[in-house]
Each structure stands twice: as structure tokens, then as C-alpha cells.
């Protein structure tokens, strides 16, 4: 096991030892708590061998919860790693975005979980400091006790529940307005979509709430607006420059954390997820992803649990 972590697909017939069989079976659970955490896959995988590095050591027989130790594990070593990311952002080029997901269907069937790994969401939580977002994502998302989250963060659980009391309001206070439904989703996108590819302005503007943002992630690798964007006609205006000729591009649905979205791939290649955030049937935020950095894991699905 020594370089990597165990995953799902097995390698033969021999059953896997009890530290190995435990880690699998909550493999996905671990991963979507760090990248809920950390908002990068690439890094939520880095956890989770250091996770694996640390329970292969541990005595089972000391264990009496294995989910809840090893997700105290996956915390506090995300903690540690969204410390030091919390520093890395400050000097990215343009806006940072989420690094995407393409997801199953089954997670957009889990609305709590879908509306809580959401691009619009994500960027919510970075708002939060290190140990407000584990403390709401521990106990928002996946419903661990205060007692459990305490031991997982190092406060007690009074101090948790100030801090969970904390993350809530400010998270509330900027979430989506309302709850949109799968269809209304899928509805807004679609027509955003044609409006793109066809070129016409008219009912993309149609389409674009007023007060719409755009951001655009290139990481100083690609070229992205390096500010926001705001405002429908000056957003249809960077959709309009960047999308440009779409002869070469095709612009595809997929299901981007838990969401409809759409990729743009260039001669096949991916080279831009756009992931929307729709309110009152309008679109009123786009987060276009173009740092090749960030795109490895949109070709394959990737699996999300609570």
C-alpha cells in the first residue's frame, strides 16, 4: 500500500486486511468531506493518503467508531492543508475558482448534498475561516454530533456549537436565495446554451439576470477575466469574445457538483467548464474554470457521499 491509498476496485480474490476493508468503505465519504473543505481534488487526495498513512498505523482494537476516527483524521488534516492554501490564493492570478467535479447522477438526487458542493456554495465556504467551515461542513453536511466534531477540531463542544452557530448565519446569509428545482436548472442552462452557441444576443440577455457575475478562472495559465465581470450586457459581451467561433468547440450538458453545466471541449480536448448558479429562472452566476489544472478529473466521474 506504501505511495498510495487503497481505493474501490480491488486487485484480486484475496479479501483485503480489516484496516484496508475499513479505509474503502469510506473512501468516498472521507474524499467529499475534504474537498468540501478544501474546495481541490487534487488536494482532498493528497488528504486522504496522508489519512491512509495514519489508520495503517492505528491499533483497531483501540478504535470503537472507525467512520468517526477516520473522519477526524481527514479534518484535521485538511485543517492543516487549507491553512497553507489559504495563503497559496492570495498571490493566484485572477480569480480563484473550485477546482470542478463531474458527478453521478446520485448526487444531484441528494439536494442537501448537491446545494452544499455547488460552485456557488463552495465559494461560500471560502469565505469562512479554517475551522468555521470544517465545524459547518462536520455538523451542516454531514450531521456529526458536537461531541464528535470537538474531538475532530480540538475545541470543546460548547465552543463548537458558538462556531457552528457563527458559520450557519454567515453562510445563510449569503447562500442562494431560494432553492431552484433539477428542471428549472436544466431549463435556464439550456437556453443559456443555445443563446451561446447560436449567437444571439437577444435571449442570451433574455437569459441573464441583471446583476449576473461572471468569473473566470485561467490561474495565469489560461486566459480569463483577471476581475470580476457584472452585469448582463457586459457578461453576453466576455461570452460573446471568448466563445468567439465555435467550429472547432463543442459545448456539451454534464452534471458538475451535484448541477448542470456545460464543457467546452476544443478539437476534443476539454478546455473550459462553465458551471451556473440560477435564481428566480434567471441565470445570475457564472464560474467558467479554464485552468488546465483544474480540468483533469472533469473526464471521469467522480463519486460523493454523505
Do not use: C
Not at 470503537?64 to 483524521?73: D, H, N, Q
Not at 475558482?97 to 456557488?120: Q, W
Not at 458559520?167 to 431549463?187: G, N, W
Not at 467546452?264 to 474554470?289: E, H, N, Q
Amino acid at each position: 500500500m506504501a505511495g498510495s491509498t487503497p481505493d474501490d476496485r480491488g486487485t484480486g480474490e484475496r479479501r483485503p486486511d480489516p484496516a484496508t476493508e475499513t479505509f474503502v468503505a469510506h473512501r468516498s465519504l472521507l474524499f467529499t468531506v475534504a474537498y468540501e473543505m478544501l474546495s481541490s481534488a487534487a488536494d482532498a487526495e493528497d488528504v486522504l493518503q496522508e489519512t491512509w498513512l495514519r489508520w495503517s498505523r492505528v491499533d483497531l482494537d483501540t478504535v470503537r467508531e472507525p467512520r468517526a476516527y477516520l473522519v477526524r483524521i481527514t479534518t484535521r488534516q485538511a485543517l492543516d492543508r487549507l491553512r497553507a492554501l489559504s495563503r497559496r490564493r492570495e498571490s493566484y492570478v485572477g480569480p480563484w475558482l473550485p477546482e470542478p467535479l463531474l458527478t453521478s447522477p446520485d448526487v444531484a438526487d441528494d439536494v442537501e448534498l448537491a446545494d452544499n458542493v455547488s460552485m456557488a456554495m463552495l465559494l461560500v465556504l471560502e469565505t469562512l475561516t479554517p475551522v468555521e467551515r470544517a465545524v459547518f461542513v462536520l455538523r451542516d453536511v454531514f450531521d456529526f454530533g458536537y461531541d464528535e466534531i470537538a474531538a475532530a477540531v480540538d475545541r470543546t463542544p460548547a465552543a463548537v456549537r458558538q462556531l457552528a452557530y457563527r458559520a450557519r448565519s454567515h453562510v445563510a446569509a449569503r447562500r442562494p436565495r431560494e432553492a431552484v428545482s433539477a428542471d428549472q436548472a436544466r431549463d435556464a442552462l439550456g437556453a443559456f446554451q443555445r443563446a451561446v452557441t447560436t449567437g444571439d444576443l437577444h435571449h442570451l440577455l433574455d437569459v441573464l439576470a441583471p446583476d449576473v457575475v461572471f468569473l473566470g478562472d485561467g490561474g495565469g495559465v489560461a486566459q480569463a477575466a483577471l476581475e470580476p465581470v457584472v452585469g448582463a450586457e457586459a457578461v453576453a459581451a466576455v461570452l460573446g469574445a471568448g466563445l468567439g467561433n465555435l467550429a472547432a468547440r463543442s459545448l456539451e450538458p454534464a452534471q458538475v457538483n451535484g448541477h448542470p453545466a456545460l464543457i467546452l471541449r476544443l478539437d476534443g480536448r476539454i478546455d473550459t467548464v462553465i458551471a451556473v448558479r440560477v435564481d428566480d429562472g434567471l441565470v445570475t452566476g457564472l464560474y467558467s474554470v479554464r485552468n488546465p489544472d483544474k480540468l483533469a478529473r472533469v473526464d471521469r466521474e467522480t463519486t460523493l457521499r454523505r
